[in-house]
């Protein structure tokens, strides 16, 4: 601690001078975050001392989050699921796999089955809980393989997960196939759409993913990626709207007497931004950035190839990934690079068609 405060033009210098070290959003090709929209960082401006770990204090900022719950409901084809807030897709799939493991809690050494795609939150979520992970392979085109990963399950099994629109190849895996299996076996089955929960239902031709296949039991997605709000938010819907109280523990003192989230305190801010985008842009509005995501990863991608960078996948969503060495981006463009290797870019609706241009032409400069 500093002994005497600062004033504050000193201590915003400071601040300003530190925001200045961070990357431009102009050369961010690598995230799957983005600007947050403008009515969403008012509404979070609004919300900013809420607390949704004590809810009764804050009966205004609950509604919306119950609200977003709703929105997302109808979105995935069960107006009445249930969910709440997280602080993104680490926590939605932790919690996931914690209701799998109550619903299966007589199953001893519980294992559960992933794509070998499967984002890193799912191994600390089974460090955390003791599940044993199996990996099930993706084939050639980088999707699970829905028969293999039916050959893992054993009595021991108690959750599958799929994913729609995986982190690093922007695919998604057989979601139909997989609920049927889940269902054969009754299993639990998760859905990490944390990525493509905002993308897929505005496309012109969506893949099933959703509640409407019959075996998925819960859902995560993300707000904060293609839903641009402010960071941190997350949802993790239920299609049974009573299955989060199976994680209740007590909280006496509360003005809620129990409650089933992960975190405590929980921020009602972002909660408030998420619901701002939605129903400032309504399905409409997100089809239409959806759609200007889409036309993008299809221009750079052929702009990539026109230099001799084919593709390596060809995604269901905005990630765009090619057969290209790891020294042929030039600074101060920041990319990122997958397990195999390949040159991964995503789409965000901050990487607009100026900066798809921009990004081809220092490319083709370099290996003119
Ligand atoms: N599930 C999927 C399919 C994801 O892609 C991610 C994150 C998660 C779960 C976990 O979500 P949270 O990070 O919200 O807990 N995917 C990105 C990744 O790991 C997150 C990210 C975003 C990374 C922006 C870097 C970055 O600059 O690549």
Not at 11 to 20: A, D, E, G, V
Request: net charge neutral.
């Amino acid at each position: 601690m500093l002994n005497k405060g600062q004033s504050e033009e000193e201590l915003f210098t400071f601040l300003s001078r530190k925001k200045r070290e961070d990357i431009d959003h102009d050369f961010i090709l690598s995230s799957m975050c983005t600007i947050p929209h403008s009515v969403a960082v008012r509404a979070h401006c609004m919300f900013m001392e809420t607390n949704l770990g004590d809810p009764g204090l804050f009966p205004g900022t609950y509604s919306l989050e119950r609200l977003l719950i709703r929105r997302f409901g109808s979105l995935f084809h069960c107006a009445e699921a249930g969910g709440y807030a997280t602080s993104g897709g680490t926590e939605s799939n932790i919690q996931a796999l914690r209701l799998a493991k109550v619903q299966k809690s007589g199953t001893r050494s519980p294992n559960v089955i992933v794509p070998e795609s499967a984002h890193f939150s799912f191994k600390k979520a089974c460090d955390i809980l003791g599940l044993e992970m199996r990996r099930a392979p993706v084939g050639k085109d980088y999707r699970m393989d829905a028969e293999k990963a039916a050959s893992l399950v054993d009595k021991h099994t108690i959750a599958i997960v799929g994913v729609a629109g995986t982190t690093e190849y922007g695919m998604v895996d057989p979601i139909a196939n997989l609920a049927k299996i889940a269902q054969q076996h009754d299993l639990f089955f998760h859905v990490d759409a944390a990525f493509g929960g905002m993308v897929i239902p505005f496309l012109d031709r969506p893949v099933p993913f959703d509640f409407a296949l019959p075996g998925v039991t819960t859902i995560a997605v993300d707000p904060h990626k293609m839903g641009m709000s402010t960071i941190p938010c997350g949802c993790l819907l239920t299609r049974d709207p009573g299955l989060l109280t199976t994680l209740n523990i007590e909280t006496p003192y509360l003005t809620v007497k129990q409650e089933f989230t992960l975190g405590g305190t929980r921020p009602g801010a972002p909660v408030a931004g998420a619901l701002a985008v939605l129903d400032y842009l309504g399905t409409e509005g997100m089809r239409a950035v959806v759609a200007g995501c889409m036309k993008n990863t299809g221009r750079l991608i052929a702009g990539m190839e026109t230099l001799g960078f084919p593709q390596a996948a060809t995604p269901d969503v905005n990630v765009a990934t090619f057969v290209c060495p790891e020294d042929a981006v030039p600074g101060p463009w920041r990319v990122s690079w997958t397990r195999r290797k390949h040159l991964r870019i995503v789409c965000m609706p901050h990487v607009h068609a100026g900066r798809i241009e921009a990004f081809l032409k220092d490319m083709g400069e370099l290996h003119a």
